[in-house]
């Protein structure tokens, strides 16, 4: 079992920089970064491989946001530069017991809490 704990989420202006960070119970596998705004579905926003060697993006975020991963620390991250007003949403953590992370949601195993992250104009 895999215990997961997201951190840094707040409130900024859009243009503005946020870094989550999620800290893992244990050793972990793929990783990955979801998010929910109000009354939508859980979407996908970046995952990361055990290595750290490929990484995922959604297309709305491709080239603002940054996923990366410390194996030693059990931690992966998520910079956020350039951040608009769309992208607020509670952002959840998971992990996968694959090598190879997927893209959906029912591809993960295990779950944060979430961070809110708010973005205003």
């Known amino acids: 079992q895999v215990q997961l704990v997201e951190s840094g989420g707040g409130l900024v202006q859009a243009g503005g920089s946020l870094r989550l960070s999620c800290a893992a119970s244990g050793r972990t596998k793929a990783m990955g970064w979801f998010r929910q705004a109000p009354g939508k579905e859980r979407e996908f926003v970046a995952a990361i491989n055990w290595s750290g060697g490929y990484t995922y993006y959604t297309d709305s975020v491709r080239g603002r946001f940054t996923i990366s991963r410390d194996n030693a620390k059990s931690a992966v991250y998520l910079q956020m530069n350039s951040l608009k007003p769309e992208d607020t949403a509670l952002y959840y953590c998971?992990?996968?017991?694959?090598?190879?992370?997927?893209?959906?949601?029912?591809?993960?195993?295990?779950w944060g809490q979430g961070t809110q992250v708010t973005v205003s104009s």
């Open positions: 998971a992990a996968s017991t694959a090598v190879q992370p997927g893209l959906s949601y029912y591809e993960y195993d295990y």
